[in-house]
T-cell receptor, first 114, second 109 residues
Framework: DAGVTQSPTHLIKTRGQHVTLRCSPISGHKSVSWYQQVLGQGPQFIFQYYEKEERGRGNFPDRFSARQFPNYSSELNVNALLLGDSALYLC?????????????FGDGTRLSIL | EDQVTQSPEALRLQEGESSSLNCSYTVSGLRGLFWYRQDPGKGPEFLFTLYSAGEEKEKERLKATLTKKESFLHITAPKPEDSATYLCAVRNYGQNFVFGPGTRLSVLP
């Protein structure tokens, strides 16, 4: 079975631009979470979605937004990009939002801001 | 505020030299402690979930244990292919995951 897939794998943008990152969860998984991982640090939680509704939000500015579609895939949008937004953006899926099931991660989108 | 710290930051071992990684946590209601392995350029790969103090899980050369304030990942007779960053995460009552900064493990042949 396919794991979590993310696209694109790499992306280069300039300051002030907008970006959309995409994620397809493991088949049967209904919850998707997004994380930002800066080099040398652990992943930092941005959003969790379950059944198309936002279930959690981390400490990120309103420039970050996300949504989940009826097929459980998800998009992360970032507006007015800053140099500090350069990072690996990870998507993780799990069976549900209220279970103790582990999250399974994709290989991420490497975003570089020039 | 929920917090996870890991030590050491980096660890170099000779092949076959056993050691342990530490994960210390403060969390508002632990709903699970998770260990992941992350290779360069890849996403974290799930290893173990621990739910209550005293619990232990094993997989090949890895064994994870949990107390009320910390978890240990014991690596027995490591091989070069065990080289990776090992991440610890806790899940709180809000169902969110909080990750530690990781331990970078290098196993030399």
């Amino acid at each position: 079975d396919a794991g979590v897939t993310q696209s694109p794998t790499h992306l280069i943008k300039t300051r002030g631009q907008h970006v959309t990152l995409r994620c397809s969860p493991i088949s049967g998984h209904k919850s998707v979470s997004w994380y930002q991982q800066v080099l040398g640090q652990g992943p930092q939680f941005i959003f969790q979605y379950y059944e198309k509704e936002e279930r959690g939000r981390g400490n990120f500015p309103d420039r970050f937004s996300a949504r989940q579609f009826p097929n459980y895939s998800s998009e992360l949008n970032v507006n007015a990009l800053l140099l500090g937004d350069s990072a690996l953006y990870l998507c993780a899926s799990s069976l549900g939002a209220g279970t103790n099931q582990p999250q399974h991660f994709g290989d991420g989108t490497r975003l570089s801001i020039l | 505020e929920d917090q996870v710290t890991q030590s050491p930051e980096a660890l170099r071992l000779q092949e076959g030299e056993s050691s342990s990684l530490n994960c210390s946590y403060t969390v508002s209601g632990l709903r699970g402690l998770f260990w992941y392995r992350q290779d360069p350029g890849k996403g974290p790969e799930f290893l173990f979930t621990l739910y209550s103090a005293g619990e232990e899980k094993e997989k090949e050369r890895l064994k994870a244990t949990l107390t009320k304030k910390e978890s240990f990942l014991h690596i027995t007779a490591p091989k070069p292919e065990d080289s990776a960053t090992y991440l610890c995460a806790v899940r709180n009552y809000g169902q969110n995951f909080v990750f530690g900064p990781g331990t970078r493990l290098s196993v030399l042949p």
